[in-house]
């Protein structure tokens, strides 16, 4: 077997332009470390992307990579997909890309379980945009699009990956790049839709590392990921957020291989015979 | 009121909360958030409505609710976040229903750039959205005028029921000039006779896009496109700029209008008569205008931020009279004055009128 390929050699020579201490760093060096354990060929990956500072990521990566339409990343990588079934397709994004404007296609890419690693970069705000409210920031947060506080509370996405019935579904914090690496891995092995939510601070607009680092602890020893009820309920404690992997679920047939089941039921035809039927 | 430095994104949101904006729906995106930002705070210091949505296509639906209910009400975003809005749009303008959208206008297509531009120019005059009709489009060229044309839009709007665009550019938003804003006006004191608002003691009030016998629909776009020519005959609007003489033609709406006043200045002291038509309205356009004009000047350019999409319909208003020159710049480009200045000449050359 050739030597295990290094992280940096997934790296582009495009360099991140993330402010210093920005929690994405964190993503990027985990999901190249995980491409080198699993031993990835950089020809066999495409990263595909919203709009947002954490949408930045498919440039500093010398893989295939799209940089697509704010809130469109999982349609987008489900072409993707359907279109080079043999690449592994990663779709990024951020708290605002995916759960605000591209909200409303979770589920459906749950139903699917198209197979795709989705990591959302949570760090509570829109950084692009210099600061605004996002859907997962605290109620009552002050900041420039909110004077006077947010007065809408923030959503639970691992709450809400579990209840649309996401096969994979993990929370990891940047700053345990280790766990965070671990856990990409298994996303990445996993033969569906996995959706993995990471606690990445946004150091400039609304610095969260001492909060995060207060209140992340990981899943107790004794979670069993196949219970989607105990996921659930562990979902539900949002005082504690838990680190790890909640629910995984192997067994479920990716949309690729229900495509083709149900593809093999229709009559098959050959162009011939289409232009045959034509000349009739 | 005394005149005062001010940012054109946070002129033309303060211009919207003086002229009695009642509710405003948005969704971040540069370069125009910091409208969103300012009416942050400002529309619930005043108690009325504001609303961070979570797309664009939620904030014109929202803006859609709150207009059938008679409020006055606008969005503002910037050409990513337009498009999405599209759908709205087209169901506003089915509705008549008054509506306000400022577009501030950045390079494209796709993301582009947050760069100024005037590159939605066939979007925002001609399909906004499928189905026939055309909004109302104003082009402001300075902070000023975009305050003016923040009471000018809510007016139109109300007056005809009709969809108002601005179409400024990024550069329009984001620089900062001395204007004077109006004073702060009541509220209006009734809601308008055909808005949604409790049928108790009258016959219910319907405001509807869906008509789906044909006959219906055509009697309802019979009816539009009659408000439309009204429009069309009323409403256009245009600076125009010693022309008297004028032997060539400026046309340039927007921050290009602004440089070819200045392109027009320097020109004139080199001894070129030429005059300048800056469009105020890019629809309806004053094509009527430029056709008169066409009868006195020898030859016209056309200075935009763009490929060249109002040339068209300066092209179809001269009709062949005369000859058109184009300078565009795209991509968040901003045409220079020397580089205009120089197209200028030469079409003077090319006609036997350079001095
Ligand atoms: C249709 C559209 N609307 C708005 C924007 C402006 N915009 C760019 S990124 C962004 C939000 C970014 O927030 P998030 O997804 O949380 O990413 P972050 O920057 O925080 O990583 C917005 C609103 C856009 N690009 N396209
Ligand atoms: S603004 Fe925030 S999210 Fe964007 S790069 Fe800087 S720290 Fe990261
Ligand atoms: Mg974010």
Known sequence: MPDEPRASDYKSDVKPIWCPGCGDYAVLAALMRAFAHLRLAKENITVASGIGCSSRFPTFLDTYGIHGIHGRVLPLATGIKLGRPETTVIAVGGDGDGFSIGGGHIPHAARRNVDLTYIVMDNNIYGMTKGQPSPTSPEGIVNKAAPYGAQEGPLNPILLALSYDVSFVARCYSGKIKELTDVLIEALKHPGFSLIQVLSPCVTYYNTYDHYREITQPLPSSHDPTDRLAAIALALQTETQYLGIFYRDSSRPSYGERFDAVRAKAPQTTLAAIFEGLKR | ?355
């Open chain 2, 1 to 355: 009121m005394a005149k005062q430095l001010l940012k054109g994104n946070v002129a033309f949101a303060e211009a919207a909360v003086r002229f009695g904006l009642q509710a405003y729906f948005g969704y971040p995106i540069t370069p125009q958030s910091e409208a969103l930002e300012h009416l942050s705070g400002r529309m619930l210091r005043e108690a009325r409505v504001f609303l961070q949505a979570e797309s664009e296509v939620a904030a014109i639906n929202m803006v859609y609710g709150a207009a059938c209910c008679g409020v006055r009400v606008m969005t503002s975003t910037s050409g990513p976040g337009f498009s999405l809005m599209a759908e709205g749009l087209s169901y506003i303008a089915g509705s008549e229903i008054p509506v306000v959208v400022v577009n501030m206008m950045r390079g494209g297509p796709g993301l582009g750039n947050i760069q100024p531009s005037q590159a939605d120019y066939f979007f925002m005059t001609k399909s906004a959205g499928h189905g026939d009709f055309h909004p109302i489009v104003l082009a402001p060229a300075s902070v000023q005028e975009i305050i003016d044309m923040m009471g000018l839009a809510f007016e139109l709007a109300e007056k005809y029921r009709t969809l108002v665009l601005i179409a400024g550019d990024g550069s329009l938003g984001q620089m900062m000039e001395s204007a004077e804003l109006p004073p702060m006006q009541p509220l209006p004191a009734l809601r308008p006779n055909w808005a949604v608002t409790g049928a108790d003691g009258r016959e219910p009030n319907v405001i509807t896009s869906l008509y789906l016998v044909a006959e219906h629909l055509e009697e309802v776009n019979l009816r539009l496109q009659a408000k439309l020519a009204d429009i069309r005959q009323h409403e256009v609007r245009f600076v125009e700029a010693q022309t008297a003489d004028a032997e060539l033609l400026l046309v340039a709406y927007g921050t290009s209008g602004r440089i070819c006043t200045s392109v027009m200045r320097q020109a004139r002291q080199k001894g070129i008569k030429v005059g300048l038509l800056r469009p105020q309205t890019l629809w309806p356009f004053p094509a009527q205008r430029i056709g008169e004009l066409c009868e006195q000047v020898r030859g016209i350019l056309v200075v935009e931020m763009s490929a060249g999409q109002m040339l068209e319909d300066v092209d179809h208003a001269a009709g062949g009279r005369v000859p058109i020159r184009f300078h565009g710049r795209m991509g968040g480009m901003i045409p220079m004055v020397d580089d205009v200045l120089a197209d200028l000449q030469a079409l003077a050359t090319s006609l036997g009128l350079a001095p």
